[in-house]
């Protein structure tokens, strides 16, 4: 049983640093995203006015909104992978509890059977 926790450990380590890293890089995505639209209105003034000013907003914001409907889906993932990991080590649960005797069946078992 320790050998398995241990196992459960390093897989889910292993799966939240991936997750982690793929989030880091999501992120990182979106903020450049909005440096390439602050670097295109350098030094103009009311850029976002402008139709080309407009044109490099709706463009990063398209960018955004395509790297967070990624980070939604690695947060799906990882939240559908954590249920069904709880769901198998809930019913490894059960079935360890059903297969050990209670307690009180191991002492009625060493009054009938005294050394």
Known sequence: MAETLRELVVALSLDSSNFSRNMRSINQQIKEAESTFRLAGAGVENFEKTVAGTEAKLSMLGNKLTQQN??????????VAANDK???????????????????????????NPL
């Open 70 to 79: 990624r980070a939604v889906e690695q947060y799906s993932r990882a939240l």
């Open 86 to 112: 709880l769901k198998e080590n809930y019913d490894r649960h059960k079935d360890l509890r059903n297969q050990r005797p209670s307690p009180r069946q191991g002492i009625l078992s060493e009054r009938k």
